[in-house]
């Protein structure tokens, strides 16, 4: 037999051998600690997030629960409340469900009038903090020239279109450049079919360069309204924003 086929066949052996000896030794490896149970034992940079979250959430509620009232805290001698909002973000739940802040009572609002505010932007501060709309009409009674109110009514009183037109050529006259007037007076005209009047509204509301609605200054008195109620300045300023 030559040499070479002797070494070919001894290295062919060889290799049998080895992966014989392989396969008889060989056992499929154990499941993963994480792939076979990683809800009950994540890894460790996951544990540390979760620990870090509840620790978080930890403090989180202990402010919570140290921000209670010093009165409601020891109603019953013990410290303060868990599992309670405090007083204090009530307002802001009401904000964000969309309920809108609480009206204000009667006994606040007549307070508010007591204290000297009677002109025509303290009623319908009164209406927009949720007085009614008596206070409107009482303001579209006492002033009603004033464009404030005039715009307030043709916005928000639901009358016929004659009563309508009598409130808007009222506001036009009171506040001859504000082009938001000849708007709103188009708009009444189309509604009661007369077309000509209204393309003749809106072609003196182009000429026009004044826009206003009045709502920065609404806004302003409302707050003042809330501030005189005994809100704190930010529940003021958001209550007054949400109402006009």
Known sequence: MKPTLVLSTTAALV??????????????????????????N??????????????????????????????????DGGGPID????????????????????????????????????NAGDLLAARQAGGGIE??????????????????????????PEVQRENLERLKAAAPDNALAN??????????????KAVADLVAASQKKGFDDYTLEAMQTTEELYLHAGKSEVEAQASAIYNT
């Not at 309920?99 to 009667?106: E, R, V």
């Not at 020239?145 to 928000?156: E, G, H, K, S």
């Open 183 to 196: 708007y709103l007076s188009a708009l009444n005209e189309f509604r009661a079919g007369e077309p000509e």
């Open 42 to 75: 994540p890894p460790g940079y996951l544990r540390s997030l979760s620990s870090a979250r509840t620790t978080t959430d930890a403090v989180a509620k202990e402010n919570w629960r140290l921000a209670r009232p010093t009165a409601e805290s020891d109603r």
């Open 135 to 160: 206070f409107l009409e009482k303001a579209l009674e006492t002033f009603p020239n004033d464009p404030r109110v005039l715009m307030a009514a043709t916005t928000t009183i639901r009358a016929d």
């Open 15 to 40: 290799v049998v051998v080895v992966l014989a000896l392989g396969l008889i030794r060989y056992s499929p490896p154990a499941p993963s600690p994480m792939a076979s149970d990683s809800a009950s």
């Open 83 to 118: 599992g309670a909002t405090p007083p204090a973000t009530n307002w802001l739940e009401e904000l964000f469900t969309f309920n809108g802040p609480k009206p204000l009572s009667h006994e606040v609002i007549d307070r508010w009038f007591a204290s000297g505010r009677t």
